[in-house]
């Protein structure tokens, strides 16, 4: 139900706040049953790229090849003219997402109450008042139980190698990788502080799910797309201070954060990046109820408001409008937005911060290389070496060698920008061998949503991929097959339907 739930809403709305909206509901039954989310969040996130392909609004993607063709002079796309095809594929790509791929993930223990299947880097860092000043590493490794893994220290503007004999001084700041509940371990046992802004050492892992004391808990905000906390850095917000917590540390998958000098709070942060934080319940509790951050932990609540309803109708009308014909997707979705907002079902600067400006930037780059391609002549010399590689072949054989090509391409660049390149070849290619043009512009619109093989390949791989700590080759694992697999179907349909 979940996956089909994700494909329906992510066929009318982006996937993004799809993912964003189902991760810490199922991280939060997996939590309740005690079974691991790894096995569910990455099939959940590629539900939603299938359901995506399936209407003319269902992703960015689509709405760029729909306009494209119309302005090259190629078929016009209404809102539902190519549903059949994406939901006959996209219910085979269910079936291999519900029954198979759990199979092909690892089964991770993961008690999301007590302890995160993160491992985060952070700065542990010897104020004034540590006891551990003037005592050696190995020393302090010792009072860590053997856990202690150090990176290296920094003293000042320079780097020493963690050597067992060094002696602890302060202001030292030794960087660590492991999970919330040693860094933690770290902190208590060493007398320091995690990040360097902290004044304090409070609060204990395990009080997630007990009250106790002061209430203090750790919890995890995962940075998708559009939050106020994308391409900025802790220094450039006020996170800290109008939420009253602590960063104490931040994970990002596969990738190295820290530069040579840089705070943790100085490096800019990035969609699928995890922070961890501490502060009381109340304060976690009222994360969770913010439009602005995905907070991943074992007790997310449903908002519920008054306005819910409204804002339902509203949307849905909009869409309505859109899939009758009645106004095009631009006007109705603008008016659909002025509703909501003289409904007061959101506020004017909540939907102005929901605006990316890289949306634009990348739309705008994407039809300005292919207005470059129709006028340099690459779009011609790409056609005529695509038919020059496929001569003499069925005209099925070479509609599935473009989607096979659109497919690859969106996995290793934009899909944005595959789709702007694909499509001009596709109404080229038709041309030229004399048949429909229809076949040939959804196998690059369907090529250009098979997002699956890499986690680069779309935004909302990367959010899974850290919510649900997968690695590369798993993507690739799971992926792959799921290529493959709609890449046959889309074929064998479109063929069936136009040739």
């Not at 079974?35 to 269902?58: D, H, K, N, Q, W």
């Not at 089964?107 to 299947?117: D, F, I, K, V």
């Not at 010897?126 to 290296?152: D, V, Y």
Request: net charge negative; glycine share 6%; aromatic share 6%.
């Amino acid at each position: 139900m979940t996956l089909i739930l994700g494909a329906i809403l992510s066929a009318f709305v982006n996937n993004t706040p799809v993912v964003v909206l189902l991760l810490p509901i199922l991280i939060g039954v997996c939590s309740s049953n005690n079974s691991s989310p790894s096995e569910v969040l990455m099939p959940m996130g590629f539900a939603t790229l299938v359901g995506g392909m399936a209407t003319s609004i269902g992703t960015s993607t689509n709405l760029l090849v729909v306009n494209l063709s119309a302005e090259l002079g190629g078929p016009k796309f209404d809102m539902f003219d190519f549903v059949f095809p994406a939901i006959i594929a996209g219910g085979i790509g269910l079936i291999y997402l519900w029954l198979i791929a759990p199979k092909l993930l690892p089964e991770r223990t993961s008690n999301l109450r007590g302890e995160s299947p993160r491992v985060f880097d952070a700065l542990i860092s010897f104020e004034t008042n540590s006891s551990f000043i003037g005592k050696t590493l190995i020393e302090a490794n010792e009072a860590t139980s053997n856990k202690l893994n150090i990176i290296r220290i920094r003293r000042g503007d320079n780097y020493l190698l963690p050597l067992p004999d060094v002696v602890i001084k302060e202001g030292d700041k030794i960087r660590v990788k492991d999970s919330p509940e040693n860094l933690k371990l770290f902190e208590d046992s060493l007398d320091a502080n995690l990040n360097t802004d902290r004044n304090s050492s409070v609060g204990n892992p395990q009080q997630k799910t007990t009250e106790v004391g002061s209430e203090e808990v750790l919890a995890e905000i995962a940075i998708a797309q559009g939050s106020i906390l994308d391409q900025t850095s802790l220094t450039k917000t006020n996170l800290q201070e109008e939420h009253q917590i602590t960063v104490l540390a931040l994970h990002r998958a596969g990738k190295e954060i820290w530069q040579k000098g840089a705070d943790m709070k100085d490096i800019e942060l990035a969609v699928g990046d995890i922070l961890l934080i501490q502060g009381e319940r109340k304060s976690v509790t009222e994360l969770k109820q913010s439009v602005e951050f995905l907070v991943l932990d074992s007790t997310t609540d449903l908002p519920r408001t008054e306005k819910s309803t409204t804002a339902l109708l509203i949307i849905l009308g909009a869409i309505a409008l859109a899939a009758l014909g009645i106004l095009p997707i631009a006007v109705s979705a603008i008016a659909g937005v002025a509703v909501l907002l003289m409904a007061r079902c959101i506020r004017v600067s909540a939907a102005i911060e929901a605006i990316s400006p890289s949306i634009y930037f990348v739309v705008a780059a994407s039809l300005a290389l292919g207005l470059a391609l129709q006028k340099t002549g690459a779009t011609e010399y790409l056609t005529d070496l695509f038919l020059y590689l496929t001569d003499e072949q069925s005209p099925v054989f070479i509609l599935s060698a473009l989607m096979l090509l659109l497919t690859i391409l969106t996995n290793v660049v934009s899909n944005n920008a595959a789709a702007v390149i694909g499509t001009p070849i596709g109404l080229g290619i038709a041309s030229q061998l004399g048949l429909p043009a229809e076949p040939f512009v959804l196998a690059v619109l369907f090529g250009a949503n098979m997002s699956y093989a890499t986690p680069m390949a779309y935004k909302t791989n990367l959010l899974v991929m850290s919510a649900g700590n997968y690695t590369f080759s798993e993507f690739v694992k799971v992926g792959v097959p799921l290529t493959i697999l709609m890449w046959i179907s889309l074929t064998w349909l479109l063929a069936w339907l136009y040739f």
